[in-house]
């Protein structure tokens, strides 16, 4: 039953305002009803009902609701929350840093292929192993090389193994110096393979290129 | 949203505006109940404000069915235990309060009524103590409100309160046992 007619009718029986027959019937409704029957008897003890009390408790929860919604904005940003973000930020700037500085270590390795590539065609097994001065890379990749050389070398069948310097001007080679054979036809060979119809990426090129038959 | 509803959903969520809903409408039977043992103005506001601060735990814990009920009993439980903490306070005689309050907690009979029955309540009746059977008398069959019977009678108001609710107990005792 709504509340502020209960509460109406309390104060109606308090203060003698009811007739009997709603008398009767509130003293029955609460002799089934120990709540309202002690509530009752409570402002029977009081005098009647004051709207004093009664709207300063409504005042008073209210409040109470706001605070805790307060307390759950300052629990949420409490020095422990914004201690466990701080450091997790600090974390995450660590890590990331680290990530970025590690790529970019890298980054010239990979250019320069240390770990070497290994090209096979049909016929010919080719390495090429750069050194750490070197960031040549053929514009059309290592298969368009591999396959010139195949082109150019067919006619041999033994494995070598020989040295390669030369110098990047405007995407060509220059410069080209191999040693590491005496078998000048050969030389020849690679400089018109490394020359021909190829264009280079990079500034150096410094490798060493293991051939031979597969 | 019926009270059932913001139960469930306050035990869910926690949230303080839901509970607030559910305390709102007993909050002047809560105060009116609270005087009743505290019988101070300032003690019966505190009390309420306290039995809502516990509530903020107990209901998100406790399954409860019937809140008005529960809160009724937790918060006369409350009162008590205020009294027996501060002596000072106890000018109400627990003792009577405790029998009386348990005495009313009896769920009314809704039940139908056969020829027998009210030939069992005549012979109840009748055995009664005689107040209590005039009190029961006048109050249930011929519809008197407290004030008129104690003007009939001449018994002090809360004797005859006190008259009608143990004439009914005893009545609905005498009954189950015949």
Redesign the interface.
């Known amino acids: 039953m709504d509340n502020n007619y209960q509460l109406s009718r309390i104060h109606n029986y308090v203060a003698g305002l009811m007739s009997r027959e709603d008398m009767h019937a509130l003293e029955r409704e609460a002799i089934n009803d120990p709540f309202l029957q002690d509530a009752i008897d409570g402002y029977k003890l009081q005098n009647g009902v004051e709207t004093a009390p009664l709207s300063l408790l409504q005042k008073r929860l209210a409040e109470r609701i706001e605070q805790r919604g307060l307390e759950r904005n300052r629990r949420f940003f409490g020095w422990q929350r914004l201690t466990v973000g701080l450091v997790a930020a600090v974390m995450f700037v660590v890590v990331c840093s680290l990530l970025v500085f590690r790529h970019l270590q890298q980054k010239p390795t990979n250019s320069a292929q240390v770990e070497g590539i290994t090209i096979i065609t049909p016929a010919l097994r080719v390495q090429v192993v750069p050194e750490e001065n070197s960031d040549a890379r053929p514009l059309k990749g290592w298969d368009r090389f591999s396959q010139e050389l195949h082109k150019n070398l067919s006619s041999y069948t033994n494995a070598i193994s020989v040295d390669v310097q030369f110098d990047i001007v405007n995407g060509h080679a220059d410069d080209i110096r191999i040693s590491g054979t005496s078998d000048s036809h050969f030389v020849e060979k690679i400089k018109e393979t490394i020359q021909q119809e190829l264009l280079w990426e990079g500034e150096k090129a410094n490798f060493r290129l293991h051939i031979g038959a597969e | 949203m019926d009270e059932r509803t913001l139960l469930i959903r306050y035990r869910q969520t926690g949230n303080?505006?839901d509970l607030?809903e559910l305390?709102?409408?007993?909050?002047?039977?809560?105060?009116?109940?609270?005087?009743?043992?505290l019988?101070d103005?300032y003690h019966?506001?505190d009390a309420?404000?306290q039995i809502?601060?516990e509530l903020i735990s107990k209901m998100r814990t406790h399954e409860v069915d019937n809140f008005?009920?529960w809160?009724?009993v937790y918060a006369?439980n409350y009162c008590l235990m205020q009294l027996r903490k501060d002596k000072r306070q106890n000018s109400v005689p627990i003792d009577q309060h405790l029998t009386e309050?348990e005495a009313?907690?009896s769920v009314?009979d809704e039940v139908v009524w056969l020829e027998q029955d009210f030939e069992k309540l005549e012979v109840c009746l009748v055995g009664l103590i005689p107040e209590q059977e005039q009190c029961v008398r006048l109050?249930y069959l011929e519809?008197?409100?407290?004030?008129?019977i104690a003007a009939m009678t001449g018994f002090d108001l809360n004797k005859v309160k006190s008259y009608?609710?143990n004439g009914?107990r005893n009545l609905k005792l005498c009954m189950e046992k015949m």
Not at chain 2, 23 to 37: E, I, R
Not at chain 2, 143 to 148: A, I, L, P, V
Request: proline letters at 4%.
């Open positions: 303080l505006q607030g305390f709102t409408p007993y909050m002047s039977l809560l105060y009116g109940v609270c005087y009743k043992y019988q103005q019966s506001q309420v404000m809502f601060e008005k009920s809160l009724y006369r309050a009313q907690l009314p109050f519809k008197k409100c407290y004030k008129e009608i609710q009914k």
